[in-house]
């Protein structure tokens, strides 16, 4: 089975870790959501497993070989980078779209130029426009159609839908599906709008202050996830022996959000109130500020 793996990666800008020790593997055929707060290394560990940025510790295989510097294992990867203010001065920012996407097609070996220009339109995007003078909406639409049109197998997205509106957001979100059911790619999506995204994952990936916190499938893990509310000492004592998170105290109320393990059941014949959580709170309780 196709896959990318990383291999115990770390990353250190001067004297800051901002990746620890990340062990991941894609699978081939999967759309994976990446998420994590800001500066959490999302963009970072994009960065490596496309091989833009080297590791400072570990190694990133696509099918047992090493991606660094490897044009077959490139071949297979994009990672359609955020065109952000970043990128002016560069040489990307004053060309025109229509040249950034013609370079584009020259580095994917199976771009199809009929799904770009089929996207150009949908977007309607003025392809003679000039990067530097584009909006963050059209910005997004440039590396979308870059992601999709590449048709590499490994496929990964930095905040995609940052700047779309609500419309454009729901029809990326729709041709991303189209092209994953009939292509089969692997998607990695990073996102800050949770709940938008949700159906689309297949897989969660979470990151926090550069290190998995979690992988694991969508669906499995929101049907372990709860949020349990009540008088503090009846919700303690309902909780005991869970894994728990992010406890909130309101006066003599307390809430806490608990994960399931294997085998274990919601505690019963307690007054409290059970809910099931959904993924953005479920974030919010493992990656939200500490109390
Ligand atoms: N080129 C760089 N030089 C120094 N530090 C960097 C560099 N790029 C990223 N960092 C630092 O690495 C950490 C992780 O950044 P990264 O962009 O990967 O986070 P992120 O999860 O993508 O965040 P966001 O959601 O805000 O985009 C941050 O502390 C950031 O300041």
Redesign the pocket.
């Known amino acids: 089975m196709e896959s990318i793996v990383c291999n115990g990666i770390g ?1 250190i ?2 004297k ?1 870790q ?2 620890k020790d990340i062990n991941l593997t894609l699978e081939k055929g999967k759309i994976y959501g990446l998420i ?12 490596i497993m496309s091989a833009q ?1 080297p590791a400072s510790e570990g190694t990133v295989t696509w099918n047992g070989e090493n991606v660094w510097e490897n044009r077959k294992a490139l071949d297979h990867i994009c990672f359609s980078r955020e065109l952000s203010i970043n990128l002016y001065g560069s040489g990307v920012s004053g060309m025109k779209v229509k040249d950034y996407l013609k370079t584009a097609s020259y580095y994917y070996p199976n771009w199809d130029q009929a799904l770009a220009e089929e996207l150009i339109k949908k977007f309607e995007l003025n392809t003679k426009q000039r990067i530097n003078k584009m909006s963050k909406g059209m910005l997004s639409m440039v590396t979308i159609i870059v992601a999709l049109a590449s048709k590499a197998d490994f496929t990964f997205m ?2 995609p839908v940052a700047g779309l509106d609500v419309v454009m957001r729901d029809y990326f979100y729709h041709k991303l599906m189209e092209e994953y059911t009939e292509t089969g790619r692997t998607f990695v999506i ?1 996102t ?1 709008i949770i709940e938008e995204a949700t159906d689309l994952m297949e897989e969660v990936v979470m ?1 926090k202050n ?1 290190e998995v916190l979690l992988k694991e499938n969508t669906q499995e893990l929101l049907e372990r996830s709860y949020h349990v509310s009540g008088l503090a000492e009846v919700v303690d004592q309902a909780t005991e022996g869970y894994e728990r998170h992010h406890e909130e105290k309101m006066g003599r109320s307390k809430s806490v959000t608990i994960l399931l393990e294997e085998g274990q059941k919601l505690p019963e014949g307690y007054d409290v109130t059970i809910q099931p959580l959904n993924l953005e709170k479920l974030f919010v309780s493992l990656c939200g500020m500490e109390e």
């Open positions: 990353k800008y001067g800051k901002v990746l994590g707060r800001n500066g959490a290394g999302k963009t970072t560990l994009l960065s940025n930095d905040e990073s800050h990151i550069g």
